[in-house]
């Protein structure tokens, strides 16, 4: 059962654009950081609320590139958070149209 | 000519020790970011692995540092906050004082008084042992002022203050 957010605040709505703009992409951590141009800690602490919404999704990466470097976490944006991130969106920034920056992010597959 | 070596051996030790730290920096950046997470999530492994992944992620040698410094950052001010929350409940459970409970407040006056009437009573006895007015009268003074600190309650007990 999922609820609404609590605050409705800037960073919020940065990690959502950033999911948003990735289009149904997995990104991990640092490629959210550095998309949203937010720190580390406020990151994570949306993360953990949209994850408490059940807005988004996380799994670990299996198969790391480098078995010897620690294993990423991919964020993906579940079908009801898409669609809540896309009415919070066009009700607080309807002026913003997000291209995609799956390139840029380096996100995971699909 | 003296200034001009000693000039180009701090130049040398400079530059090592900046390219040391700049070396150094991911290791501590790593030990900073795991530290962080277990501070932020109480001891979940599973953010620390994951923070440890961020930083891996962030190009260059100094920005992982910046970066897991602001992680430590974050996570100090959400344990400070969850510290002090635990502590704000934890007070409003216990009562502020018992009834007939020696607070630490009247603990330390009573030992204030003891050590300060020794102290007294040793000069009052050198004073006249020595035929000395002043290391007397000193004495004097600091007995009385001892009788006082142990017998007057300056600070009114909370039992006290809410009877007035």
Not at chain 2, 43 to 54: N, Q, T
Not at chain 2, 75 to 100: V, Y
Request: aromatic share 8%.
């Amino acid at each position: 059962m999922s609820q609404g957010p609590v605050r409705i605040t800037a960073p919020f709505l940065d990690v959502l654009e950033v999911f948003i703009a990735a289009g149904g992409a997995e990104l991990h951590g640092w490629a959210i950081i550095k998309a949203s141009h937010r720190g580390g800690p406020t990151v994570y602490k949306i993360l953990e609320r949209l994850d408490g919404m059940g807005w988004v999704s996380a799994r670990w990466d299996d198969e790391p590139a480098d078995p010897n470097k620690p294993r990423r976490r991919y964020y993906k944006l579940t079908g009801e958070g898409v669609t809540q991130a896309q009415l919070l969106l066009a009700r607080h920034r309807p002026q913003r149209v997000p291209g995609s920056l799956r390139p840029a992010l380096g996100g995971g597959p699909l | 000519m003296t200034a001009f070596w000693f000039g180009v051996l701090v130049s040398i030790a400079t530059g090592a020790l900046v390219n040391e730290f700049c070396d150094v920096s991911p290791w501590l950046a790593d030990k900073i970011a795991r530290r962080a997470a277990r501070l932020w999530s109480a001891g979940d492994s599973a953010l620390e692995v994951e923070w440890a992944a961020v930083i891996q992620d962030c190009p260059g040698k100094l920005t992982k540092l910046f970066i897991a410094l602001r992680f430590g950052a974050g996570a100090a001010s959400k344990a400070q906050r969850r510290w002090l929350k635990r502590a704000r409940a934890r007070a409003s459970r216990k009562p502020i004082s018992r009834p007939g409970a020696t607070r630490p407040i009247a603990l330390a006056r009573k030992l204030v008084a003891a050590v300060m009437a020794i102290i007294a009573v040793f000069a009052l006895v050198l004073g006249i042992g020595m035929a000395s007015f002043s290391v007397a009268l000193f004495g004097l003074t600091l007995l009385v002022l001892s009788v006082t600190v142990g017998v007057v309650r300056f600070v009114p007990r909370p039992q006290d203050r809410s009877h007035s």
